[in-house]
């Protein structure tokens, strides 16, 4: 017999931009915090959609023109789950992108400033999910719930 996990959830809406973002992260981390989700799940959650809504604003929309994000969160007492939908761009070759470190054994010069993105989401994240979707593409990422204290803000 399978029970059912009691679920509590919050959704947000933002432009897809760089101030829509912050607006969203912070949107976010308030209504964690008042969930109680501890301060170590919030910091990896925060780094995880930070990434992800702003890969949204930078390769999804034009900057001129940005669309809407929608954050979609489900919070259970195992885990944490986030919808991210947008309307803009889909993915490249439509799907995820694998996450491999960009080569970091070159002189210090020539190290990439950029490139690390998917790697941390693929590895702070316990899942990854993504498609698209009658013009939409809808991204869900899952975190294992692994603290009951309170986000410090």
């Avoid at 101030?19 to 170590?40: C, F, H, P």
């Avoid at 992108?97 to 994240?125: C, S, Y």
Wanted: glycine fraction near 8%; charged fraction near 25%.
């Amino acid at each position: 017999m399978k029970i059912d996990e009691p679920k509590k959830g919050f959704s947000i809406s933002v432009t897809g931009s760089m101030a829509g973002v912050r607006e969203a992260l912070t949107q976010i981390r308030n209504q964690l915090s008042d969930l109680g989700i501890s301060e170590n799940t919030c910091g990896t959650v925060e780094l995880v959609l930070a990434e992800a809504m702003n890969n949204i604003a930078e390769h999804a929309y034009e900057p001129e023109s940005p669309g809407q994000l929608h954050i979609c969160a489900r919070v259970s007492p195992s885990f944490l789950r986030f919808d991210l939908q947008d309307f803009g761009k889909p993915l490249p070759d439509q799907g995820l992108a694998l996450g491999k470190l960009p080569d970091h054994n070159v002189p210090v010069h020539d190290l990439p400033e950029g490139g690390f993105g998917w790697f941390l989401i693929r590895t702070l994240a316990a899942s990854v999910k993504y498609r698209r979707e009658n013009e939409k593409n809808q991204l869900t990422l899952s975190f294992p719930r692994k603290n009951m204290g309170k986000c410090n803000l």
